[in-house]
């Protein structure tokens, strides 16, 4: 009887925590997000670009810090290019205040981040890309006027330091779409910080 | 093993000015190390280092600890010293340890292990400091960032978020993952469908 209890009880779970949100190859949502300058921002705000890449990041995580400056290089290396950085903070800033909208115009500020960065402050963004944690990031290839998920994981395979990073995921990713190509490797995983979802 | 093996607790000894207190130092150093690990050598002496705090170790040996034991029921925790809700989390683990890693009457024991995803550089600064400063009684490794496919060999489902707990019974097949705070009641069911199935 406990067996079956438990069963149950495993697929229950299992259904709660299977990943929802996108896969690769799945056709992304707009979304209209309130930029750290105040101003609106959707995917349609980029009417040239080819791809965006998404990252869901934050102020507090420390694996978020950890890649701040490479998300920076990320928007630098492959903006001009027709791939920006759009980063999300989907925290509730109720269990992080240094997640709030106020914290992040400071620290894009401080940091002169030359990309959006937006609060996703309903988390609805978050949960339909099906966002875990940050750093969490979604590249998109402009298909007509649809967005695609072409890759979905880690930055690169080394969240400590940038010298010792063997695999740079997602400028491969890019590499391969700027040929013409599906990425090699379209899914990775990289420990992060839970996204604090409301309660 | 003895490359990855450190002893944190001799450091602040280094202090002695003359032989002499050198020697007593040393020697009140070793009768700690005996005293609060009871099957170390004679650190400083022997070859073989006392066991560490907190001991570094591979995903291939953390792949070791995954394995099925028939005597005890594995409850692997995922944390790191920035993981607030690992934190919340990590004195029910304990108590669990406390209540369940010494075997009665032959029953299976529950053995807790806690296995740190900070940072290297944080290993002397943040982990072992708070280990010691929390008391934790259950064995705490250090593992640190795992590689993608790391996070897929703990498990399939698992996203790299923390709190992460994998839960290993005793026989084959026996196996739960769960990827967010847990409970101390929620955990001992949990453990308790292994324990007692």
């Known amino acids: 009887m406990k067996n079956i209890l438990f069963a149950v009880l495993l697929c229950v779970a299992s259904s709660l925590y299977a990943a929802d949100g996108y896969k690769v190859g799945d056709v992304a949502r707009d979304f209209t997000l309130k930029n750290v300058d105040g101003k609106m921002v959707s995917l349609a705000s980029y009417p040239d670009a080819k791809g965006v890449i998404v990252v869901f990041t934050c102020n507090h995580c420390p694996y978020a810090k950890a ?16 791939y920006p950085v759009v980063a999300i903070n989907p ?5 992080y205040p240094e997640d709030s909208f106020e914290n992040m115009a400071k620290r894009a500020k401080e940091k002169s981040y030359p990309f959006a960065y937006v609060f996703d402050e309903t988390q609805d963004i978050a949960k339909s890309y099906g966002a875990t944690r940050t750093p969490h990031i979604f590249l998109l290839k402009k298909n007509a006027d649809k967005y695609e998920v072409a890759y979905i994981g880690a930055i690169d395979d080394n969240s400590e330091s940038a010298d010792a990073v063997k695999e740079k995921y997602v400028e491969q990713a890019i590499a391969a779409l700027v040929s013409g190509k599906a990425p090699t490797v379209s899914t990775t995983k990289a420990v992060g910080c839970g996204i604090k979802w409301k309660k | 093993m003895q490359s990855t093996s450190w002893y944190y607790g001799r450091t602040r000894f280094l202090g002695g000015f003359c032989l002499f207190f050198f020697a007593a130092l040393c020697l009140s150093a070793n009768l700690v190390a005996q005293a609060s690990k009871p099957t170390a050598g004679k650190s400083g002496v022997s070859k073989k280092a006392a066991k560490p705090l907190v001991e570094v170790i591979t995903f291939d040996r953390l792949q070791a600890l995954m394995q099925p034991n028939p005597d005890t029921v594995r409850v692997i925790n995922f944390w790191a010293t920035t993981c607030r809700p690992c934190i919340e989390e990590m004195p029910s683990f304990d108590r669990l340890h406390r209540e369940y890693s010494l075997s009665k009457d032959g029953q299976k024991t529950v053995q807790v292990l806690f296995v740190s995803l900070d940072f290297k550089r944080d290993i002397d600064t943040k982990v072992v400091p708070f280990v010691k400063k929390r008391g934790i009684a259950a064995p705490v490794v250090f593992l640190g960032p795992p590689k993608s496919a790391e996070i897929d060999g703990v498990d399939a489902s698992w996203s790299g978020s923390m709190p992460a707990t994998l839960i290993i019974g005793a026989k084959a097949g026996q196996r739960a993952f769960y990827e967010k705070k847990l409970e101390y009641e929620e955990l001992k069911d949990f453990v308790k469908t292994y324990l007692f199935p």
């Open chain 1, 91 to 95: 925290n509730d800033p109720a269990a």
């Open chain 1, 67 to 82: 890649y701040e400056s490479r998300v920076i290089g990320l928007h630098k290396a492959f903006a001009s290019k027709g």
